[in-house]
């Protein structure tokens, strides 16, 4: 099991642009939840999809939007990027049923607005 | 609104000494309560939580309601304890949990 695997790794985007990035949760999870993890701090929620739909939301604007497909994947999209949108992205998986479950990360992409 | 408060970004120790890496949260319901930890180039994991009351790799951490703490302690520190800790609150349940966590400290232990 490759656990919780994110793409791209890394990526640069200029200011305006929009940005896709990709989850595949660990097998056997239906939960994804996505974090944005800035310098120096803790990663801080943006939303979790459930049964494909958004079902938790962090303080987040509505230029941060997800989708969540039949194979349990998931896609964060960011528009109209701005220079404060670099940060880490972490998705993390877990498995409903379990209640309150824990949330096992991937390694994050590196998003650079330039 | 949930949250956590770290308050010490760094906490040095020497080898052999007691180690508590502090962390209280506010929220006025039953939230549950994990450490996770950050070891160098890792992802992060789950260290411990506060429902299954373990130890792992010595470290436990005991939930205390009136004072809405929800500190790590390890009696003696190790060298490979060296990681970022960052303390998490989760609400609600199954596929509708909010996770906050706190913005981390990192431990750091002198040989």
């Known amino acids: 099991d490759a656990g919780v695997t994110q793409s791209p790794t890394h990526l640069i985007k200029t200011r305006g642009q929009q940005v896709t990035l990709r989850c595949s949760p660990k097998?056997?999870?239906?939960?994804v939840s996505w974090y944005q993890q800035a310098l120096g701090q803790g990663p801080q929620f943006i939303f979790q999809?459930?049964?494909?739909?958004?079902?938790q939301r962090g303080n987040f604007p509505d230029r941060f939007s997800g989708h969540q497909f039949p194979n349990y994947s998931s896609e964060l999209n960011v528009n109209a990027l701005l220079l404060g949108d670099s940060a880490l992205y972490l998705c993390?998986?877990?498995?409903?049923?379990?209640?309150?479950?824990?949330?096992?990360f991937g390694q994050g992409t590196r998003l650079t607005v330039v | 609104a949930q949250r956590v408060t770290q308050p010490e970004k760094l906490l040095s120790v020497f080898k052999g000494a007691p180690v508590e890496l502090k962390c209280n949260y506010s929220?006025?319901?039953?939230?549950?309560l994990f450490w996770y930890v950050q070891y160098s180039r890792q992802r992060l994991q789950l260290l411990l939580r506060?429902?299954s009351r373990e130890s792992i790799k010595g470290f436990t951490a005991d939930l205390n309601k009136g004072e809405t703490s929800f500190h790590l302690k390890k009696p003696f520190a190790q060298e490979e304890d060296s990681a970022m800790y960052y303390c998490?609150?989760?609400?609600?349940?199954?596929?509708?949990?909010?996770?906050?966590f706190g913005t981390g400290t990192k431990l750091q232990v002198i040989p």
């Open positions: 993390a998986s877990s498995l409903s049923l379990r209640g309150r479950a824990e949330a096992f």
């Open positions: 097998s056997g999870h239906d939960t």
């Open positions: 999809y459930y049964e494909e739909e958004e079902r």
């Open positions: 929220y006025s319901g039953s939230p549950e």
């Open positions: 506060h429902i």
């Open positions: 998490a609150l989760s609400v609600g349940s199954g596929g509708y949990q909010k996770v906050t």
